[in-house]
């Protein structure tokens, strides 16, 4: 059987910075035909990490509807269906997803009144 690359794209957000801090889990957007066995190696492999377990939610795209200026003009459009894969590390392990460069903080120098 032939395995799947899998893309993984990490959603960057305020919810998932949150699960990554407390719950050690990363999210990720993947391919619809990738399976949970398919997203644990590639995480694995790509970062080096432990998985602890997988889980994998779709939502379908929104239906979305432009007007144009006088109502003349109505476009009908679909966003793209998303599929999610959260993705739970082994104690200890961690992405450097949300990483960040912490700058020494200067003084600033005091202004002196005449």
Same mark, same amino acid.
């Given at each position: 059987?032939?395995?799947?690359? +899998?893309?993984? *794209?990490?959603?960057?957000?305020?919810?998932?910075? %949150?699960? #990554? =801090?407390?719950?050690?889990?990363?999210?990720?957007?993947?391919?619809?035909?990738?399976?949970?066995?398919?997203?644990?190696?590639?995480?694995?492999?790509?970062?080096? +990490?432990?998985? *602890?377990?997988?889980?994998?939610?779709?939502?379908? %795209?929104? #239906? =979305?509807?432009?007007?144009?200026?006088?109502?003349?003009?109505?476009?009908?459009?679909?966003?793209?269906?998303?599929?999610?894969?959260?993705?739970?590390?082994?104690?200890?392990?961690?992405?450097?997803?949300?990483?960040?460069?912490?700058?020494?903080?200067?003084?600033?120098?005091?202004?002196?009144?005449?």
């Amino acid at each position: 059987m032939k395995r799947l690359a +899998v893309i993984l *794209k990490p959603r960057l957000s305020e919810k998932v910075y %949150g699960l #990554s =801090q407390t719950q050690n889990t990363y999210v990720f957007d993947v391919s619809r035909d990738a399976n949970k066995h398919d997203i644990a190696e590639a995480v694995k492999n790509q970062y080096e +990490v432990g998985i *602890k377990s997988v889980r994998v939610a779709s939502s379908r %795209g929104k #239906s =979305q509807r432009s007007l144009r200026r006088g109502g003349r003009s109505v476009r009908h459009f679909q966003r793209a269906n998303i599929r999610k894969a959260y993705v739970t590390l082994k104690d200890g392990d961690k992405l450097p997803i949300f990483a960040a460069v912490e700058e020494p903080a200067t003084k600033k120098p005091v202004k002196e009144s005449k």
